[in-house]
């Protein structure tokens, strides 16, 4: 599919732009059905008659064109070109680790002082194309069994961490591993894998997000169908300047703390739970 994208050589000589010409036309004998040179069909031609008229042959669409969607939509979700997008991701990832490396070691230490030895949370996430991979956070929870709800075990240094979204800082690590992007949708859990409609699926066609098209819509505000929808509205429009559109937006919600909520699913169910019950 790599080789199919939209304006690549190879799509170009398989689905040619020229007008077509037709070929150059040949007399032929009225005695024989082999095609004769054009002297000897002067000649032999009857004074008066006019040349056989020579069929237009049909050109049948190459199977590489009859492939590719005609909806631009279609086509960025099929094939979506983002090659641009990982050297500046690597290159931002690489520069926010550095110049705040300080802030991160003192948000690391309050946490190992407050919370628990360990300093990360690490738990496996379907990133593009439904490859797993570990995503990394700063702990905010009391330790506690699996069970436990998250309300009695949230610290204030833990709500803080969230409504900041200082707690996502670690993820420029999973950025740098070429794991995460700074845009796209956010990485959910594995467990809400299988419910999934077919469209929603494209959400993964892309690398997940610190940030994306559905938190600057609402973020925890929203339900799960239309933050599903926004995703992949995203993966079907991507571009440049639409990164630059949600980054800018991002810093304007993080600042005012619209959409946040300490812990979601105090309000609404998960994804698995919501469509078990539909």
Known sequence: PAAMATGSPAIARACPTSPWKPPRRRFRSPASPLPVSSTR?????????SPPATARPSRKPSPVCSTIPTNAAARGAVYPSLSWKRPRDFAGALLLLLVPSPLLGL???????????RVLFRQRRPGRDERPFELWKFRTLRPAPPDAPDGPRLTRLGRFLRRSSLDELPQLLNILRGEMSFIGPRPLLERYLPYYTDRERLRHRVRPGLTGWAQIHGRNDLGWRERLALDVWYVEHASLRLDLRIAWRTLAFWLTGRGVRDVPSSFMLDLDQERQRA
Not at 107 to 117: D, H, I, K, Q, S
């Open 107 to 117: 948000l690391g230490a309050a946490v190992r002082l407050n919370l628990a030895r």
């Open 41 to 49: 069909s002067r000649t032999a031609r009857p004074a008066g008659s």
